[in-house]
């Protein structure tokens, strides 16, 4: 099975920050990777997919990159709303398997 | 108005058995394949089972192949997933989720499975 990897698991950032999350894939994907983001008690929200497609609705500021193993989620200015935990996602060979999860907090 | 609405969760000792439901509204069920996608409490997200638009081919995840079973009445527009022979580890939030683009792109609010004697 494919392993991903997210660094960092928690990061600490002020408001109007530009903020890097790293996603890596213990083998080739592609550019078959997602990123949601989550708020404490809800579900889960589609951000990006295959890799740097911004899913319809979601704000400008948040963008993605990278192929093979190695992939970013960036937010370009970190907002209030954005204080969440963010999740990379990749599909191969009918498995889905997701990130340990990166907490963003203040 | 597109959503995704879970029931059925509950409290069940080790070894008992549920069935997970999933009502879809607001967009063609019967075009989309679908995902349970579960969380233990206070832990990441994992992918569990899914099931193609027509119910042509189903792909579970190695913790519970064997024990779960996903299933879908596209004349209902719900996705089902029975859970049998139940652990502690299958305590979880279970979401389902519709897929688009190979991704999760649409989910709804959870039903909370705990195991429990």
């Known amino acids: 099975d494919i392993q991903m990897t997210q660094s960092p698991s928690t990061l600490s950032a002020s408001v109007g920050d530009r903020v890097t999350i790293t996603c890596r894939a213990s083998?080739?994907?592609?550019?078959?990777l997602a990123w949601y983001q989550q708020k404490p008690g809800r579900a889960p929200n589609l951000l990006i997919y295959r890799a740097s497609t911004l899913e319809s609705g979601v704000p400008s500021r948040f963008s993605g990159s990278g192929s093979g193993t190695e992939f970013t989620l960036t937010i370009s200015s970190l907002q209030p709303d954005d204080f969440a935990t963010y999740y990379c996602?990749?599909?191969?060979?009918?498995?889905?398997?997701f990130g340990q999860g990166t907490k963003v907090e203040i | 108005q597109v959503q995704l609405v879970e029931s059925g969760g509950g409290v069940v000792q080790p070894g008992g058995s549920l069935r997970l439901s999933c009502a879809a509204s607001g967009f063609s069920f019967s075009s989309y394949g679908m995902h349970w996608v579960r969380q233990a409490p206070g832990k990441g997200l994992e992918w569990v089972a899914f099931i193609r638009y027509d119910g042509s081919d189903k792909y579970y995840a190695v913790s519970v192949k064997g024990r779960f079973t996903i299933s879908r009445d596209n004349s209902k527009n719900t996705l089902y997933l029975q859970v049998d022979s139940l652990r502690d580890e299958d305590t979880a939030v279970y979401y389902c989720?519709?897929?688009?683009?190979?991704?999760?792109?649409?989910w709804g609010h959870g039903t909370l499975v705990t195991v429990s004697s």
């Open positions: 083998q080739s994907i592609s550019r078959w």
């Open positions: 989720a519709k897929e688009q683009h190979v991704v999760f792109q649409l």
């Open positions: 996602q990749q599909y191969n060979s009918s498995l889905w398997t």
